[in-house]
């Protein structure tokens, strides 16, 4: 009975006593995510439910007038017949972007994983665009692509009569993936760098003793060690990709015609020019669909295509 | 006895700050700050406007008027966004692209009434013709504090070394037509320097191409605003000899290309007359401003024009609408005329313009700024114009290609805005 006591004592004041010794590591731990769980729900989680609530109106910024609409937003969505167009241009975009980001950055890594004196330099030199200011980027390429820019100067001194880059269809797009992968390739290079260097050397020499050529040892030991970090960049690049704007409105406006009009771009279109705020946020919605379903179906194929990943 | 000391300090203190307080926020309650967003940065402008800002507060000195600078470029939509995120200046400028959009949302506040009962305001010397798109059911919802003609800037240098004739010359000899300036500016096109520029047009702010068109009697759209015209003759003519102009003669700048006169670079601009403050000081060059060329309608002119609205949703409407009567009156109507043409008639003469713009000589004053603004029709504009400009901009880019099919792509265009000219 005394033993009884004696341990039910310490259970009784525990319970009398409101902060425990797991309530104030509660406390303590989310006390260090506030502030970005606070950040999370002003800007991310509360603007999300006004986007769908605004969705479902009208609202007309000069009349002053917010009327519930229902689904009719969503409606408009499956009627518009410049959203196809605009679906297109996007998924272009995303996969030129991925495919050459992703190359390229791969490509820059291995040749940039050598123990060469000033290999820091390149290093530092293909880094460098992701730190600049992504508008002034944009408006010095502007510059270059006009057609009588510097680019088309350049090709002159070798007798190429250069296209007119913005203004064509397929070189306009063309350009602006260019722009976004020079921009943020560095970014992409660095990762796939830190990945490259943690491949254990042994498995190289392993291979090489083996008489596996380059190639192999490149697909059948590289790739997969570092295809955790190619799932991560995928993921960041697509939706990144999803997302370009600025490189856009600076070097294009969307034309010619609508063939680099990409869906955030349309989205501002719609909501800030032609002051549709209730289409516009439907088009919001449905970027957030797309995303969240790409993300999450790129997440499943982890099992599949990553390996080593627990 | 040192508590009693400062019990008493305390109460003195008290004593004499609370009817300060509170006379403080009486004061705080009268004041009435008012904000205008404005799309120019220009220090002399900003200067005229502080001082009619100033003069008001004679009046008036519980009031106070700010200006804010939005980019010219992003203008309206950085306003829109402002009204949305519900911080609506008190007054705005307002294009007049855009004035239908503003006048018929009921977005502005009913100016003619405070007009009227302004002393000596004058309201009904401002022409029919000027406020047309800033009326609604009789009531003026803005009033046009600029009515800017659009004139022809030349570069006498660079034609003459081209052995061109110059358009002075054109005009002395009655041969100032649209066949004639191409034919001079191709001359000088081919000599490596720009032709004729349509300043501002850049292959999207296709609106501007009126100042061409016009010479067509072309228009986007009917009287009414009901239905496209693009595909009518004129329209196709028009644009037909643009394209020519620029893919076949080489006299104006094609897509993708940039070439500034005010640099020296081109022989002719069409560009509204203000920017005559743009002609260089240091490297200057011989200039003229002349009327727009002839067109196979004839004779015709164009004007851009700005409006300055009072929001209804402000909480100082009326005092903002009595501010826009103040800055907008005969006197100081006079004085932003140096820089924003008037449309009241007691400022249109040779006189006042002279002392106003003193770059220009008379007889340019005669031809180009009182004819321009007499007789100009304004730039196009629409409800929902930022769509309607968005569609037809995209359908232009199938012109601005060397083998277009123009009435198929202008067929295209109506296809894509009639119902939204008929909403």
Redesign the interface.
């Known amino acids: 009975m005394a033993v009884v006591q004696q341990t039910a004592r310490p259970e009784g004041r525990s319970s009398s006593s409101f902060w425990t010794i797991a309530r104030r590591d509660s406390l303590a731990g989310f006390l260090f995510i506030a502030p970005q769980l606070i950040g999370i729900t002003l800007f991310v989680l509360i603007p999300l439910c006004l986007v769908f609530w605004y969705s479902l109106h009208e609202?007309?910024?000069?009349?002053?007038t917010f009327t519930y609409t229902g689904l009719a937003n969503y409606q408009m969505l499956l009627e518009d017949t410049s959203l196809p167009s605009v679906l297109g241009a996007t998924a272009i975009f995303s996969a030129g972007l991925v495919i050459f980001n992703l190359s390229l950055a791969l490509l820059l890594a291995v040749l940039l994983n050598q123990k060469l004196a000033g290999i820091t330099v390149f290093r530092t030199l293909f880094f460098s665009p992701v730190v600049v200011s992504l508008v002034a980027w944009t408006i010095v390429w502007g510059f270059l692509?006009?057609?009588?820019?510097g680019i088309n100067g350049v090709l002159l001194v070798f007798g190429i009569e250069g296209p007119?880059?913005?203004?064509e269809p397929v070189t306009a797009m063309i350009s602006v993936i260019v722009v976004q992968v020079f921009k943020n390739v560095g970014l992409n290079m660095i990762l796939f760098l830190a990945a490259l260097q943690g491949v254990p050397n042994e498995l190289y020499e392993a291979a090489r003793i083996d008489g596996a050529p380059r190639f192999k040892q490149f697909r059948r030991i590289t790739l997969p060690l570092i295809s955790p970090t190619i799932l991560l960049t995928s993921i960041i690049t697509i939706v990144g990709s999803l997302q370009v704007f600025a490189q856009i409105a600076v070097l294009t406006?969307?034309?010619?015609?609508?063939t680099t009009?990409v869906l955030v771009y349309y989205l501002y279109?719609q909501a800030?020019?032609?002051?549709f705020?209730g289409y516009g946020s439907t088009l919001s919605i449905m970027l957030f669909v797309i995303v969240a379903v790409l993300t999450f179906a790129q997440w499943q194929m982890r099992k599949r295509i990553v390996f080593y990943e627990s | 006895m040192n508590y009693h000391r400062t019990l008493k300090s305390a109460v003195a203190a008290l004593a004499v700050a609370v009817p300060l307080c509170w006379s403080g926020i009486a004061n705080a309650q009268d004041a009435v700050n008012l904000r205008m967003t404005i799309w120019s940065a220009n220090e002399a402008h900003l200067k005229l406007f502080n001082e009619i800002a100033a003069g008001f507060k004679k009046d008036h000195p519980n009031v106070t008027v700010t200006y804010e600078s939005l980019p010219f470029e992003t203008y309206?939509?950085a306003l829109?966004?402002q009204?949305?995120g519900g911080n609506a200046p008190d007054m705005a400028w307002i294009f007049e692209t855009a004035a239908y959009?503003?006048v018929n949302?009921?977005?502005l506040f009913p100016l003619t009434d405070t007009l009227k009962a302004t002393k000596a305001y004058n309201a009904e010397e401002l022409s029919a013709t000027a406020a047309e798109r800033w009326t609604k059911d009789g009531k003026l919802y803005a009033y046009p504090f600029s009515t800017s003609p659009f004139a022809m800037f030349v570069n006498n240098d660079l034609i003459k070394a081209s052995g061109a004739k110059t358009p002075a010359e054109m005009i002395a000899a009655n041969q100032w037509t649209w066949d004639n300036a191409i034919a001079t500016a191709s001359t000088v096109g081919k000599t490596g320097k720009g032709g004729l520029i349509v300043r501002d047009f850049n292959?999207?702010i296709w609106q501007n191409l009126a100042s061409v068109w016009n010479g067509w009697g072309a228009s986007p759209w009917s009287a009414d605003g009901k239905t496209c015209t693009m595909t009518e003759k004129p329209m196709v003519d028009a644009l037909t000899f643009i394209h020519d102009a620029v893919f076949k003669n080489k006299a104006m700048p094609?897509?993708?290309?940039?070439v500034d006169f005010f640099a020296g670079n081109a022989a002719m601009t069409i560009t509204q007359i203000s920017r005559a403050s743009l002609l260089p000081k240091d490297k200057p060059f011989a200039w003229d401003l002349v009327p727009l060329p002839k067109g196979p309608a004839g004779n015709y002119a164009l004007i851009g024009q700005a409006g300055v609205g009072v929001m209804?949703?402000g909480k100082n409407a009326k005092t903002a609408a009595e501010f826009v009567a103040y800055m907008t009156n005969p006197e100081n109507s006079a004085k932003l005329s140096q820089f924003f043409p008037s449309a009241r008639k007691s400022l249109l003469n040779a006189e006042v313009l002279k002392k106003t713009n003193p770059l220009l000589s008379q007889e340019q004053i005669d031809k180009v700024v009182i004819s321009g603004i007499a007789t100009g029709k304004v730039i196009p504009g629409h409800t929902?114009f930022?769509?309607i400009q968005?569609v037809v901009?995209?359908?232009l880019?199938?012109v601005?290609r060397p083998d277009a099919n123009i009435p198929a792509a202008l067929q295209q265009i109506c296809g894509q805005i009639g119902p939204l000219l008929k909403r």
Not at chain 2, 254 to 258: D, H, L, N, Q, V
């Open positions: 609202w007309n910024v000069l009349a002053n692509l006009q057609k009588n820019g007119n880059w913005l203004r406006q969307g034309g010619p015609g609508l009009t279109q800030f020019q032609f002051h705020f | 309206t939509t829109t966004t009204i949305a959009d503003f949302s009921g977005a292959y999207q094609g897509p993708g290309e940039s209804q949703s929902g930022a769509q968005q901009r995209s359908g880019d199938a601005w």
